[in-house]
């Protein structure tokens, strides 16, 4: 570790002991700087902060559930863009959005670990109460959001199917009744352009239109070794529009449509294995103690075939109307989705070792859910009924050519001929009778085509039972039930233009005549797969398999909370999370059975004079089934056998400490603080290799952390505010298991220190004018370029002998300036 970073893990640490006495869990990451009329250096009060986590509007502090809110301040201190953005900011959460289409999120260690559509995700994605789906549509550009709210733990019975690991929930910004206009720029390194702007209208006495755009584009901050082209970057836009109508007295409709359209490319590979001059091969399998850091190393693509893009709409209309009894709010959404993501497993850019892979998704979902909702002096309550419908079309691809196909086989040791191949021996075999025909160099594709229908039903309820002033007392219960038809099809091998050939070569009795001279290759020897050939997928090429399973679910919770003041409570919870079973998209026949989870969580919460706040909770859990597939390694006692991917599941148990803090120093100054520490291990999981686990570390660091601090300079009633914030985040080293090295994902030797402890460190300055009409702002995200291995592709390691892997990103900076109306 350099030095620079040793001093900035010591400050952290000083921080954190400074504040310790503060007690804190989950809760807020910052709040905004109070009203200059005060005296600089006066205490001031905190926000009131207020969330709708129980399907209610409650202030954070009454909420008896582990919670952690981001507002726009933070977003923007950050320059946030979207979920992958903030996650180092909230422990215990990671989002990996190197790929926006293929995103994978984990909450408190638990994720699924899969990106087929033939399983859910673990932690649901909410937008204004609307089901985000399944992970290509989730992680979509911040429009206009007022405030993301993270929900620790299983959350089924509130916000319902697939927030086993927890839930979070984006809410947006409504139109207003006043005439409002807002326009930002942003440039920065690495040619990055960012542009939003709104505008909001009132339509008539009762209603407004509300009006969003944004475009994003970077150039990369990779450059391709021997041709100077950037590679990843970012390029895309979105758009949203949204109308709200107060009808009479007692009922609003609010209708709003969300698109984005993305096209980029895809994320980059750089190869961590020395590959020796054209046309020599490395070994295969490649040796881990042989791998290099990819951060001192040039990246070589192929980049013409790397590419990522999707298209996105969604429709949203929710009506609320009062009773004199209570209210009723019915949501109803649409959303549609078609998405790519081409990506090169080698990390070369060598022809005769390429492989990529390629995902294509369609997606079309309807939701619709009834929801009632009331309280008097003993109960609060709420109850409803909710529907929800997807197809789903899937493609999943390897792409190569001949002349890697060729190697693979050498590497395989599986051909009849001296020099170990099939086409370039025969290439050579039929040139030397003079028959004109090439069969190296010709594209290959092999493909698994996946549909999905699912249909899932629900009724809830939750009752808050005000037992004394003092005590409440909550129980909640949801009925699940999911439906689903899946259908595999997995077609032979496609390439035209080798068939071609080989047809020429079959027509004129070249294999005849060569077979007679004692050479043992036929047309039959030269027509195979190399990608899909679990015995499954051999015995049913070219044949449609569908299958069809249902799951029901009873999801309760209980909750006992005491505020023994009027600034403190503490609380204890016993809750059910629950996920659909679902099916490998990459293995015909096999089916997952549905997840459970059960959390037991305790915590305290306080107040004191309205300026500092902490939250502290403890929770374990044990999580049965988790659902992922794994790519497993060739069976060594198999010489044909290829890596593959195969249904991967087991049990876990989790036990933790959340807690935060937050405290208002002084009219100009505030600081918050938030930590995680957890201990997740596996309770009875044995890998497919047939490695024992149990006991063992799943792989969640210990621990992760972050601190925040704002201070306001008032330059005078004609000078504006001039606003300076810092923000750090630390995330541990991952655990390691005697399963890790098998995927890749933890140390492999000391040149490459996979899973090593993470930090990162954000500052911004930003000026606003004393009327709050225009401002700059300057940021810097990783302002100590800490840059990190995120990953390993290994598809090719053992056939071809070729890693590639994945860095974060380096250290950002720019420019900002904003105009408002």
């Keep these: 570790m350099s030095l620079r970073k040793n001093r900035l893990s010591v400050s952290l640490a000083h921080a954190l002991f400074g504040c310790a006495w503060l007690v804190a869990s989950p809760l807020v990451l910052a709040q905004e ?14 926000d009131a902060i207020t969330v709708t986590a129980q399907s209610r509007e ?27 953005d903030i996650d180092a900011f909230v422990p215990g959460l990671v989002v990996n959005g190197l790929q926006p289409t293929q995103p994978s999120i984990k909450l408190r ?160 590979t750089t190869g961590i294995v020395t590959l020796p001059p054209a046309p020599g091969r490395p070994a295969a399998p490649a040796d881990p103690d042989d791998y290099f850091d990819p951060r001192h190393a040039q990246t070589f693509s192929d980049a013409d075939t790397s590419a990522e893009w999707r298209t996105f709409d969604g429709v949203s209309l929710i009506v609320d109307h009062t009773f004199s009894w209570g209210t009723l709010t019915s949501t109803t959404s649409w959303r549609n989705y078609d998405s790519l993501n081409q ?147 997995n077609n032979p091998r496609s390439t035209p233009a080798l068939d071609a050939q080989l047809d020429f070569l079959e027509a004129i009795g070249f294999f005849d005549a060569i077979n007679a001279a004692g050479v043992p290759i036929t047309r039959d020897t030269l027509t195979f797969d190399i990608a899909f050939i679990d015995p499954p997928a051999i015995a049913n090429k070219g044949v449609t398999n569908r299958a069809s399973k249902s799951w029901s679910d009873v999801s309760p919770r209980f909750v006992a909370d005491y505020h023994f003041n009027d600034n403190g409570m503490v609380y204890a919870s016993l809750a ?38 902490y939250n502290a909770s403890v929770f374990r859990y044990n999580y049965d089934n988790r659902q992922s597939v794994r790519l497993i390694d060739p069976d060594p006692t198999n010489p044909t056998d290829i890596p593959r991917f195969v249904i991967d599941t087991g049990d876990l148990e989790a036990w933790g400490v959340d807690f935060d803090a937050r405290w208002q120093v002084t009219d100009a100054f505030g600081f918050d603080v938030q930590a995680e520490w957890i201990d997740s291990t596996f309770k009875d999981y044995v890998t497919p290799e047939g490695v024992d686990l149990s006991g063992q570390p799943t792989g969640e660091p210990n621990l992760s952390a972050s601190i925040g601090a704002s ?57 606003t004018s004393p009327r709050g009409h225009w401002g700059w702002a300057v940021y810097g995200n990783n302002v100590f370029d800490n840059r990190y291995v995120t990953g390993l592709n290994t598809y090719g390691r053992d056939v071809l002998g070729v890693v590639g892997a994945m860095v974060s990103e380096p250290r950002t900076y720019g420019l900002e300036v904003t105009v408002k109306y």
């Excluded at 409650?58 to 946030?80: G, R, S, T, W, Y």
């Excluded at 015909?588 to 305790?602: K, R, S, T």
Aim: aromatic share 10%; glycine share 12%.
């Design 33 to 46: 700087a109070a009203p200059a009329d005060a005296s600089q250096q006066a205490a001031t009060d905190l």
């Design 58 to 84: 409650q202030e954070i502090q009454d909420v008896p559930i582990a919670l952690q809110v981001l507002n726009a301040q933070i977003l923007d201190d950050v320059a946030a863009e979207d979920l992958s």
């Design 109 to 268: 260690g638990i994720e699924t670990d899969d990106f087929g559509i033939g399983t859910d995700p673990a932690v649901g994605i909410f937008v204004d109460g609307v089901y985000g789906g399944r992970g290509g549509g989730v992680l979509l550009p911040f429009v206009d959001v007022e405030r993301i709210e993270v929900l620790k733990g299983p959350q089924g019975t509130l916000f319902g199917r697939n927030t086993a690991a927890g839930a979070i929930s984006l809410i947006t910004r409504r139109p207003q009744d006043d005439v409002e206009a807002r326009a930002k720029l942003r440039i920065g390194n690495y040619g990055k352009r960012y542009a939003e702007a709104m505008w909001n209208l009132p339509t008539g006495d009762n209603s407004a239109f509300r009006l969003n755009a944004l475009l994003n584009h970077s150039d990369g901050w990779v450059q391709d070794g021997a041709t100077g082209k950037d590679l990843g970057g970012e390029d895309n836009w979105a758009t949203r529009a949204s109308w709200q109508v107060r009808m009479g007295d007692n009922t609003t409709a609010y209708l709003s449509w969300d698109h984005e359209s993305l096209d980029q490319n895809g994320r980059p």
């Design 343 to 489: 990506v090169e497993e080698d990390g070369t850019n060598r022809a005769d070792l390429y492989i990529d892979s390629t995902n294509t998704e369609s997606n079309e979902s309807f939701y619709q859910e009834f929801k009632f909702g009331g309280s008097n002096e003993h109960i609060d309550w709420v109850a409803g009924a909710s529907y929800f419908d997807e197809d789903a079309r899937q493609t999943s691809e390897v792409n190569t050519n001949t002349t890697t196909v060729d190697n693979i086989v050498r590497n395989l040791g599986v051909a009849p001929t001296p020099d170990g191949s099939l086409y370039g021996f025969t290439t050579f075999l039929a040139n030397s009778f003079g028959i004109p025909v090439n069969l190296l160099g010709h594209d290959w594709n092999e493909q698994f085509q996946n549909t999905l229908g699912t249909t899932s039903y629900a009724a809830f309820g939750d009752v808050i039972w005000h037992a004394t002033d003092k005590l409440n007392l909550t129980f909640g219960l949801r009925y699940t039930r999911d439906e689903k038809d899946f259908s595999w099809l």
């Design 576 to 613: 059910k999370g629950y996920k659909a079973g679902g099916y490998n998209a990459l293995q015909i026949g096999p089916a997952f059975d549905n997840e459970e989870v059960w959390n037991f969580e305790a915590g305290i919460k306080q107040a004191f004079a309205n300026r500092l706040s």
């Design 711 to 767: 201070y306001v300079f008032h330059v005078g009633e004609a000078g504006g505010d001039l606003r300076l914030s810092a923000r750090h985040a630390y995330r541990g080293k991952r655990r390691c298991n005697d399963g890790s090295e098998l995927q890749g994902d933890c140390s492999a030797n000391t040149a490459l220190d996979l899973g090593e402890a993470q930090e990162r460190t954000d500052v911004r300055l930003g000026w």
